[in-house]
């Protein structure tokens, strides 16, 4: 006596996965600096641009690189012993010069985050991530006049050189990340940081002293991005069988 067993595709609903997306962001970042970098550069603008890889909704991982941008540059002692009485840099024509400065760099860095799913909906969901990473940095001066009128800071000065730094970072996010298939899609969030640099150059021009020992630089900011979806993994159908 035997019972035929046979194993067979339910007519009824297929529970699926959710998808794993590459994403690409273009965003901006406003960031307030602390350390050696407030003594420089109070504030800045990053514009990252940066891939990430987000497997299900459950964590992403990705890598990024970003410029510094900014003008609000402490230009205090900047010059030293290279001015007038009057605090002044004069040029070859003796009159005041008139100097802007920038401030300039990049960083280039990889992160890991875990994902939580705050909503989802059948073509959107709204994840929470946690995370951070690690990566290189560095960031310089950037000097701007009528050529050939200022050779006290021509050349290597005016390059940025003498305030260039570089070293390495690691940083933290807290982000909320809106993911839409037929909208855009958008992270918004928060990033602080921590660097540990030298000075590229070995002496100081401004101080007349030998530029030794190394840099703590910090910030902390919010940053907003949108993401273009440039490639999927299709949802994944797990199909549920049934005894006969």
């Known amino acids: 006596m035997c019972v035929p067993l046979n194993a067979q595709l339910t007519d009824g609903p297929i529970s699926q996965k959710e998808k794993r997306w590459f994403f690409l962001h273009a965003g901006l970042g406003y960031f307030s600096t602390g350390g050696d970098w407030a003594s420089r550069y109070p504030t800045h603008l990053s514009v990252p641009l940066a891939l990430e890889y987000s497997h299900r909704s459950n964590w992403s991982?990705?890598?990024?690189?970003?410029?510094?941008?900014?003008?609000?540059?402490?230009?205090?002692?900047?010059?030293?012993?290279?001015?007038?009485?009057?605090?002044?840099?004069?040029?070859?024509?003796?009159?005041?010069?008139?100097?802007?400065?920038?401030?300039?760099?990049?960083?280039?860095r990889i992160f890991a985050s875990k994902n939580w799913i705050l909503h989802k909906h059948r073509n959107s969901r709204l994840l929470l991530q946690t995370g951070g990473g690690i990566g290189y940095y560095t960031h310089y001066t950037k000097f701007t006049f009528d050529l050939d009128q200022l050779p006290q800071i021509d050349g290597t000065f005016q390059g940025g050189y003498n305030r260039h730094t570089q070293g390495t970072t690691i940083f933290e996010h807290l982000k909320l990340q809106y993911i839409n298939n037929d909208a855009i899609s958008f992270t918004l969030g928060i990033e602080a940081g921590q660097s540990r640099g030298t000075r590229i150059h070995p002496y100081d021009f401004a101080t007349q002293t030998p530029n030794s020992g190394a840099v703590t630089d910090t910030y902390i900011g919010g940053v907003f991005s949108i993401m273009v979806p440039i490639s999927y993994r299709d949802r994944v159908s797990e199909v549920d069988y049934y005894m006969e």
């Open 61 to 108: 991982i990705g890598a990024d690189y970003s410029f510094y941008l900014g003008s609000n540059v402490n230009e205090e002692g900047i010059y030293g012993p290279m001015t007038n009485d009057s605090g002044v840099l004069i040029d070859m024509n003796g009159y005041p010069a008139v100097i802007r400065t920038y401030q300039r760099g990049f960083s280039t």
